[in-house]
């Protein structure tokens, strides 16, 4: 009898023994959510290292965006109900088990300004003070969360779809993340058809609404205007990380006809 071959491990490092605390009480918070996504088993935790168990899998490609788009509506809707309905997004929120989650305009208010200024994101449709006046007016919003939905942070296997990267975990709008994965994969592999990312919208609602009735309807205006916010904090990654293409290139316009009423009035943008 052979002993079982002990799992591989993929080691991953932080800047510092904080951002490894950080980093291992959002894996822990994450994966106590009843969700959808698996999670990599935590095999070590030391100074700033933690060892995760390996996973054999991809990347996420555009032809996941539609599943990925309903699991992160799944994660979503129990993040809010099991955690997040005391929450407001404008201030960090401690969650029972003592797991504190910055709130949305922590960092990335100033963020944004500052990319902004530095006048090096190209098109960006949005003027400091309209994106300013973007994220503070959907405060009062209930709150989900971000946790960097780059396809990266994606690992598909034949079992599953296994959320990796627990770094950056904040309070954010329904629909910011999924507007993230949006910009991340058309950023990676071209223009996403305008009626693939309809139907993302639709997966994203269909899951929040089966477990918050209640939820105000996601609109394509949102969505594109959450991925405004996501070009231009994430222009300045371009040519690295698997980006090839600059979201000012290949915004979608909004599908016409029945694919658009079916989700909503839409703003602007
Ligand atoms: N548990 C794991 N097993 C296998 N590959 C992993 C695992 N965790 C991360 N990776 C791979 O390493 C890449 C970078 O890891 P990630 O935690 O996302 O770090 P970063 O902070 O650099 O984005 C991921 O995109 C994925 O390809
Ligand atoms: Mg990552």
């Known amino acids: 009898v052979t002993a079982p071959e002990p799992p591989s491990v993929h080691v991953k490092h932080y800047r510092d023994t904080a951002a490894r605390c950080a980093a291992e009480r959002n894996y822990r918070w994450l994966s106590g959510l009843d969700g959808v ?3 990599p088993r935590l095999l070590w935790s030391e100074g700033d290292r933690l060892g995760f168990e390996r996973v054999t899998g991809r990347h996420a490609a555009p032809a996941d965006l539609v599943p990925l788009a309903g699991h992160l509506g799944t994660l979503h809707a129990a ?6 309905r005391g929450a407001r997004l404008d201030a960090p929120f401690r969650t029972a088990p003592g797991h504190l989650i910055p709130g949305f305009l922590e960092g990335r208010l100033t ?4 990319e902004l200024a530095r006048g090096e994101v190209p098109g960006a449709a949005l003027t ?9 007016g959907a405060c009062g919003e209930p709150a989900a969360i971000y946790k960097d939905a780059n396809p990266r942070n994606f690992l598909i296997t034949a079992a599953g779809t296994v959320m990796v990267d627990f770094d950056d975990l904040t309070l954010a709008p ?20 305008a009626t693939q990312i309809a139907d993302a ?6 899951a929040t609404h089966r477990h918050l009735p ?3 309807a996601l609109t394509w205006g949102k969505l594109m205007a959450w991925a405004e916010i996501h070009h231009i904090l994430t222009s300045r990654y371009l040519g690295r990380a698997g980006y090839r293409h600059s979201w000012h290139d290949i915004r979608p316009a909004a599908p016409a006809g029945p694919a658009r009423k079916a989700i909503g009035p839409g703003d602007p943008l």
Do not use: E, I, N, W
């Open 37 to 39: 996504f698996r999670v």
């Open 79 to 84: 993040a809010f109900a099991t955690a997040l």
């Open 111 to 114: 963020a944004v300004v500052r």
């Open 128 to 136: 400091s003070s309209q994106a300013a006046a973007l994220l503070r």
């Open 174 to 193: 329904f629909g910011y993340d999924l507007a993230k994965l949006v910009v991340g994969l058309a950023m990676t592999h071209g223009a996403l058809p």
């Open 201 to 206: 919208l639709h997966a994203y609602h269909t």
């Open 214 to 216: 209640g939820l105000a």
